[in-house]
Nanobody
Framework: EVQLLESGGGLVQPGGSLRLSCLGSGFTFSSYTMNWVRQAPGKGLEWLAGISVGGSTVMYADSVKGRFTISRDNAKNTLYLQLDALKTEDTAMYYC??????????????????????RGQGTQVTVSP
């Protein structure tokens, strides 16, 4: 059974930082392109970032480019998202996500496509003064 377990969320002030982690199990983590998506209250899923199987290729949504950094440690089956310069509009539930198939290219997902990804239960990030 595929499991994605996110952690690291919390309450932070604007301008602050957090590091999210996602532990994958039940699949060969190193064979899958991985992504982070988020859902703010009352809004749809927003794709944020993706990383290739070896970590050499990354892509970001314009809304987080230059502030968020995606990375992975295949030896630990773990995906990370470093969140810096946080803004109140970053408040959302954050999910790590993957395609059902292995070795997919890193790409930008629209809301519909993001909703079709396999994802975990999420970790809440709240940015508030």
């Amino acid at each position: 059974e595929v499991q994605l377990l996110e952690s690291g969320g919390g309450l932070v002030q604007p301008g602050g930082s957090l590091r999210l982690s996602c532990l994958g199990s039940g699949f060969t983590f190193s064979s899958y392109t991985m992504n982070w998506v988020r859902q703010a209250p009352g809004k749809g899923l927003e794709w944020l970032a993706g990383i290739s199987v070896g970590g050499s290729t990354v892509m970001y949504a314009d809304s987080v480019k230059g502030r968020f950094t995606i990375s992975r440690d295949n030896a630990k089956n773990t995906l990370y998202l470093q969140l810096d310069a946080l803004k109140t509009e970053d408040t959302a539930m954050y999910y790590c996500a993957k395609e059902a198939a292995a070795y997919q290219v890193v790409k930008i997902y629209n809301e519909y496509e993001a909703g079709r990804l396999q994802r975990g239960q999420g970790t809440q990030v709240t940015v508030s003064p």
